[in-house]
């Protein structure tokens, strides 16, 4: 089935880079997302990636993507206090119908 | 586009009665999701619609949830009866269409919570 996992919390130091991880379990996902939500707020959509890429840069975002291990990093450099929200990792393919799953959702917090 | 509109933001009511929540998609956008999150399972999908038509329910927790999609610019999810396990916050998101065009665009959400 499809599965998508990441950590729960992360805490950085403003300036320093922030990394969010997340494994997925569905080899036939096209698309990969990364999904913020501020407090209070819907999510909205940060960058996103396609299966036969392994890296995307956008400004200060970097995505990495490990095809063989499922695995999907965001890399935030020189994180700011504005940086501080949720972070969902989210597939889909397009085999069929368009259908987004999310992780969990890593809280990502940035103090002085 | 004043992007997806959900209403109401906030919604209390007492368990056992019904609750109707209510989206308005952005224009042209052929997708339209609805998604619940709770601190226990995160962002959960409800179910999808493709041009009006549900395509997948099996998100649906239980009978008690319908969601209806009567033309391509209004959606309703409804819970009848409502209990305190359905307290949640409840996004509608919306989707020009497959691939790299799949981006959802979400809602601001609807607060629910079932004393």
């Known amino acids: 089935g499809e599965d998508v996992e990441q950590s729960l919390f992360l805490s950085v130091r403003e300036g320093d880079s922030s990394v969010i991880n997340c494994t997925y379990t569905?080899?036939?996902?096209?698309?990969l997302y990364w999904y913020k939500q501020e407090p209070g707020a819907g999510l909205q959509l940060l960058t996103y990636i396609f299966s036969n890429m392994d890296m995307k840069q956008d400004q200060r975002l970097t995505v990495l993507l490990n095809k063989k291990d499922k695995h999907l990093s965001l890399r935030i450099a020189d994180t700011q206090t504005g940086d501080s929200a949720i972070y969902f990792c989210?597939?889909?393919?397009?085999?069929?119908?368009?259908?987004?799953?999310f992780g969990a959702g890593t809280r990502l917090a940035v103090h002085p | 586009d004043a992007g997806v509109i959900q209403s109401p933001r906030h919604e209390v009511t007492e368990m056992g009665q019904e609750v109707t929540l209510r989206c308005k998609p952005i224009?042209?956008?052929?997708?339209l999701f609805w998604y619940r999150q709770t601190m226990m399972r995160g962002l959960e999908l409800l179910i999808y619609?493709?041009?009006?038509?549900?395509?997948?329910d099996s998100g649906m927790p239980e009978d008690r949830f319908s969601a209806k999609m009567p033309n391509a610019s209004f959606s309703t999810l409804k819970i009848q009866p409502s209990e305190p396990r359905d307290s949640a916050v409840y996004f509608c998101?919306?989707?020009?269409?497959?691939?790299?065009?799949?981006?959802?665009?979400f809602g601001q959400g609807t607060r629910l919570t079932v004393v």
């Open positions: 998101a919306s989707s020009p269409g497959q691939g790299w065009n799949a981006e959802a665009f």
């Open positions: 569905d080899s036939s996902s096209t698309y």
């Open positions: 224009s042209g956008h052929d997708y």
């Open positions: 989210a597939e889909s393919n397009s085999g069929g119908y368009n259908k987004l799953i």
């Open positions: 619609f493709n041009n009006n038509v549900p395509i997948d």
